[in-house]
């Protein structure tokens, strides 16, 4: 194994080591008694923190950062004429893109649990993180969002074998991962910047399960026909959950919402049946709390604990996280960004008690928002007013023949409930200016949309 043969007197150098994963691969790797350098292009708070952990910042990417290093870790955001990764072939050393390392990390642990799918994977992981810790099995734990119950980071070492981890499917970068058990929590079309088509996405999944052993479990939602297609062949033994399928080995029933607007419901399986009572408003999540009641059980912690492990979960940064408040609006922040998860914020919110209903809303990428456009269209039926700004680009170029406008015009004639304005400052100003008490925004999307919501709270 690569880790087990790098000289610990020499760094491992991180290209780009302010990112939500990266950040976390590197604290799990200085604390396993690394040494750990790493640059980026801009400072934030989580660069200051790993700096006070110890590791070795550097402002900017230049040749120099990588002289000494045993090995250099890069983001898929890092282009390969990056001035470190150029000098580092030069000097022969080893480059490895994020995925492939920690795929590298998961040969260090007996038991990983991979959580995957197009929605959820951020709220299930952290879901069975807190069960793992709850029920003492001391888990390591790498996740795409911030934790409170984490000590509000979004990583953990455990000393056990057991790694939960969060596993996308974005250029197959899961496939380089080493699951024992899978959570597969739904299939849909997303990324079709790197995917040609539902089939071509379903085909990474199915390579996916297939690397989990006959020892090993596979999580499934059985109310997806697209999950259940791609766990046909697989080797290890298959737990299916549902809603609507009252034949799968743990299924929901007796839904409903209690007076603070989260559901409640009954779980059954084979022996007996449980009562789950969340602490996050949203539908889609009665799917997440079921996976996690699968997976826990299939690791043996009793429905106790996963009870009381659901019901203190209170949410990941940026999933209907609150932030504060503007003119007596309340305002939440949410990091959906594909439709079914913008219908599913939206829903959530919905069952809220408020005067007027506003979103914000960024689109995230040009392909996707081209790829999804219809879809989009028929998002924000129950926004009582939708605000859209324009697209971040994150890795692509400009594109001319897709935007935001053209998106909210198209919106205007079906629904005719939304404003274009185009960048961050103006739904600021806009938005101070018309919120009312007793409002409810929606700040929605992947990029610098998450800005307004602390800008408007500052200001009021």
């Not at 590298?104 to 952290?126: A, F, N, P, V």
């Not at 974005?170 to 959570?183: A, N």
């Not at 209907?320 to 219908?343: L, M, S, W």
Request: proline share 2%; net charge negative; with cysteine.
């Amino acid at each position: 194994m690569l880790l087990n043969n790098i000289d610990k007197e020499k760094p491992i150098h991180f290209v780009g080591i302010g990112g939500t994963s990266m950040s976390g691969i590197a604290e799990i790797v200085f604390s396993m008694g690394f040494q750990v350098t790493g640059s980026d292009a801009n400072m934030s708070t989580t660069t200051e923190r790993l700096a006070k952990s110890g590791i070795k910042i550097i402002n900017g990417h230049h040749a120099e950062n990588v002289e000494g290093s045993s090995l250099v870790v890069y983001t898929a955001a890092i282009k390969q004429d990056n001035p470190e990764l150029v000098h580092a072939k030069e000097l022969g050393i080893k480059c490895m893109e994020r995925a492939e390392f920690l795929g590298e990390i998961t040969k260090l642990y007996d038991d990983t649990i991979s959580i995957c799918g197009t929605h959820g994977k951020t709220t299930t992981t952290s879901m069975i993180s807190l069960a793992f810790l709850e029920a003492g099995k001391d888990p390591t734990v790498q996740v795409g969002a911030e934790i409170r119950q984490l000590n509000g980071l979004n990583y953990r070492v455990g000393n056990s074998p057991f790694f939960i981890l969060e596993s996308c499917e974005y250029v197959r970068s899961f496939l380089k991962f080493h699951p024992k058990t899978v959570v597969l929590l739904n299939i849909e079309e997303d990324h079709l910047d790197y995917y040609k088509d539902l089939d071509d996405i379903k085909s990474a999944f199915r390579d996916f399960v297939s690397l989990v052993p006959e020892e090993g479990f596979i999580v499934v939602n059985s109310d997806d026909s697209d999950c259940m297609d791609v766990v046909k062949e697989a080797k290890g033994k298959v737990v299916t959950i549902g809603i609507k399928n009252k034949s799968a080995d743990f299924y929901a029933d007796n839904i409903r919402i209690n007076d603070n607007g989260f559901y409640e419901f009954d779980v059954h399986n084979r022996e007996c049946v449980f009562t789950i009572s969340l602490s996050v408003p949203g539908y889609h999540h009665i799917y997440n709390a079921l996976s996690t009641i699968a997976t826990g059980m299939s690791y043996h912690i009793e429905m106790e604990i996963l009870q009381k492990a659901l019901h203190e979960f209170t949410g990941a940064s940026r999933r209907f996280e609150y932030v504060g408040q503007c003119n007596g609006a309340r305002i939440f922040d949410d990091y959906a960004h594909h439709p079914t998860e913008i219908k599913a914020t939206i829903e959530a919110a919905s069952k809220m008690k408020y005067h007027k209903l506003w979103v914000v809303f960024q689109p995230h990428t040009y392909s996707r928002t081209k790829a999804l456009f219809d879809d989009f269209i028929h998002s924000f039926t129950k926004a009582d007013q939708l605000v859209l700004i324009d697209i971040y680009a994150a890795r692509e170029p400009f594109d001319e023949t897709i935007s935001s406008k053209m998106l909210a015009d198209e919106i205007n004639k079906k629904y005719n409930n939304c404003i274009y304005l185009p960048s961050l400052e103006d739904s600021e100003k806009y938005l101070k200016e018309n919120l009312q008490e007793n409002d409810l925004l929606l700040t929605i999307g992947a990029g610098t949309v998450t800005k307004i919501g602390y800008q408007l709270i500052n200001k009021d």
